[in-house]
């Protein structure tokens, strides 16, 4: 599942992060993820929960940030949020934007934790 190897690799990284902090444990990770990471929220909280088992993120809270589609209108000038993943074209203009700005983002925005 895409979601399990995700979610895999932020106890990795989040377990590296924890190193500098022996016995602590996490409290909360925030994600941000872009609308076309193609992430099922309920997979990744599913899976979040399976993966976290025995670590020292058992029990944490993950909280997932939805980051729109932006896109640069060359038009305009200057950088649009896309309403959908339906249509690449401006909401201003009506001209297809060119380039992605924002909405493939998968990454850890903060960690919380607890010291022991
Ligand atoms: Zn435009």
Known sequence: MHELSIVSSIVDSVTESLAAYPGARVKEVRLRVGV???VVEDSLQFCYG???EDTPLAGSALIVKSLPIV???SKCNTEVELPGVQSFRCPLCDEPVSG????R???IESIEIEEV
């Open 36 to 38: 076309l990471a193609s």
């Open 50 to 52: 399976i993966a976290t």
């Open 71 to 73: 896109a640069f209108c």
């Open 100 to 103: 992605l700005r924002q909405g």
């Open 105 to 107: 983002e998968l990454e």
